[in-house]
């Protein structure tokens, strides 16, 4: 039985996110779908990160196994043809070994979070980033940012409904950028949290408008409350990169 492994671009707006949902359409029922369209096979897709509802991806990665042996690229081209119109493409498939898992063979993970700091309204990315109407100061919320670097307990920035068994996660990596208008706060780690990247955002807002000192950040981390951290940033804004594998 051979084993695939896609990387998956996708646009999650009007989607409930990655996972299968009773709600609405998401990103794995898609792709799963046109798989059963393409070679008459249903198949489950696990995928690298369960993306929310209205998160993008720029390189997500998903395992899934076939009864017949297919060229990969014939796979990647069909299936991508039995997505439209739909905004999920397969960029690159490749046959990969039964052992390997896209979620637990993944060594580190990649997320960019957008944030358009201007008064006008968003055209263009409109539904691609986070319109932030007060000036931000990035480097204040870069050097406060680098207290979550490290092996945390990170109770304060997960959702209530986070199902993950232990609240530590070590951040490996967290840097935050200006590029005129725009703010970019890149994150990875090898795993985390639900919604934490979007609740550690939202907390560096407070930084970047001067409401919070790098101090209270760390106070917050400390306090292991939810109730204490900023207010999750919106899911439009956020981006699943890459994934790392041996």
């Not at 639900?194 to 101090?215: A, D």
């Amino acid at each position: 039985m051979p084993s695939y492994r896609i990387t998956i671009e996708y646009y999650g707006r009007g989607m409930v996110g990655w996972q299968r949902q009773k709600t609405g359409a998401s990103v794995q029922q898609h792709i799963e779908e046109a798989i059963f369209g393409f070679c008459g096979e249903e198949v489950r897709v696990q995928s690298a990160g369960r993306t929310d509802a209205g998160v993008h991806a720029l390189g997500q990665v998903a395992s899934f196994d076939l009864v017949s042996t297919r060229d990969p690229e014939v796979v990647m081209n069909a299936v991508n043809q039995h997505l439209k119109p739909v905004p999920i493409v397969i960029l690159d498939c490749v046959e990969t070994d039964a052992d390997f898992n896209a979620r637990f063979s993944a060594k580190k993970r990649h997320y960019l979070y957008r944030i358009i700091n201007r008064r006008a309204p968003l055209t263009v990315d409109d539904g691609r980033a986070w319109l932030f109407k007060h000036e931000l100061d990035s480097e204040a919320m870069h050097r406060a940012a680098q207290v979550l670097v490290g092996r945390h307990d990170f109770t304060s920035f997960r959702a209530a409904a986070c199902q993950a068994k232990s609240p530590v996660r070590t951040l490996e990596k967290i840097d935050v950028s200006r590029f005129g208008e725009e703010i970019q706060i890149k994150v990875s780690a090898m795993s985390f949290l639900h919604n934490q990247v979007r609740s550690i955002v939202g907390s560096l807002s407070l930084v970047g408008t001067g409401q919070w000192t790098t101090k209270d950040l760390k106070a917050v981390l400390a306090a292991r409350d939810r109730q204490r951290a900023g207010p999750n940033a919106p899911p439009y804004g956020l981006y699943l990169t890459a994934v790392d594998y041996d």
